[in-house]
């Protein structure tokens, strides 16, 4: 979903659906709380300009355990 929303890798991610991520765990749970298939709306830094795009959240693939 990132690449398809024009995500590169280096940007900055400040918001997620308006809520401001001001570090790594507000980030981890504003994503963690998305719905697959919902549309949410990304505030992004890259080098010096900043801009919003609009992602289709995807399934989180299931992790598989080391047995």
Known sequence: PADKAGIHTGDILL???GKA???SQTMIELIA???P???ARLKL???NR???TEVTVG???AVR???
């Open 50 to 52: 900043t801009f919003e």
């Open 15 to 17: 918001s997620v659906n």
């Open 21 to 23: 991520v001001t570090d």
């Open 59 to 61: 399934k989180r693939p």
């Open 37 to 39: 298939g919902i549309t």
């Open 45 to 47: 830094r890259r080098e």
């Open 33 to 35: 709380a998305l719905e």
């Open 65 to 67: 355990r080391q047995q």
